[in-house]
């Protein structure tokens, strides 16, 4: 039986929208971009996309069990950092879609190492995405996770199970909802995931109804950052109970 540690976000007190030395970044309109990489866009409805998630893998906030999964990252303190990033379309028509084709592109997640001073907010190429975004509906506020702390050691969820579990380890071991790193994601009847190893579970809309960052999606499912066979490659993993 597979066991996986698992980690528990801490929330930053602070406010603002950049990462600094914190480990992830959720919601806000600053997006980490290598000099001169152009705003991201929605390859089916051509709008710019919403940065969801932004982990800073380099920072010494996030656990070591999660870095060394991740190849050739920056070292902390240097003026790189190594992010694993999600971004996504605000349109729900684009992310239903999506789910019925892996192959349409309503999001982008990837790894990428950047600068870890954000491309100045006036710049010209940036400044229209990022103003339709503050004004747009459903913005989401810009949140800090800090630190993680260490979860539950998970087990698959038990519709991934053959149901060999005895009721007192799968107590024990059952995955967590909501945001996590690492452990095992939460799985409905019905899966669209193409990767290896969950890295980040995002959770689903019930978590996050308060701001409803997972309302942007549209997606009544539970949602996950896969990493592949190739470890450079991330995939969005997700899943449903209709
Ligand atoms: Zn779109």
Redesign the pocket.
């Known amino acids: 039986m597979s066991l996986r540690p698992s980690f528990i976000p801490v929330f930053a007190s602070e406010e603002g929208g950049e990462l600094g030395n914190n480990s992830m970044l959720i919601g806000g309109s600053t997006m980490y971009l290598s000099p001169d990489e152009a705003w991201p866009t ?1 390859e ?4 710019p996309l919403v940065p969801l998630v932004q982990m800073n893998v380099s920072s010494e906030g996030t656990p070591d069990a999660f870095r060394a999964l991740i190849p050739s990252v920056a070292p902390a303190g240097s003026s790189l950092a190594t992010m694993v990033q999600l971004f996504v ?3 729900h028509d ?1 992310y239903e879609e999506a789910t019925m084709d892996m192959d349409a592109r ?1 999001w982008n997640v990837r790894l990428a190492t950047v600068p870890l001073v954000p491309p100045p907010s006036n710049a010209p190429r940036l400044l229209e995405a990022r103003m339709e975004i503050e004004n747009g509906e459903g913005f989401l506020p810009a949140q800090l996770v800090e630190i993680w702390t260490a979860g539950k050691e998970e087990t698959w969820h038990w519709e991934r199970m053959m149901g060999d579990a005895s009721d007192e380890f799968y107590a024990l071991h059952e995955p967590e909802e909501g945001m996590k790193l690492l452990g095992h994601s939460v799985r409905g009847k019905y899966n669209y995931a193409q990767g290896e190893r969950e890295l980040i579970q995002l959770g689903d809309r019930d978590c996050w109804q308060e701001n409803e960052a997972l309302g942007i999606m549209g997606l009544d499912g539970n949602i996950w950052i896969d990493q592949g066979v190739d470890p450079e490659v991330l995939t969005l993993g997700m899943s449903v109970t209709y």
């Open positions: 929605c089916t409805c051509s709008e379309c605000r349109d684009c309503s």
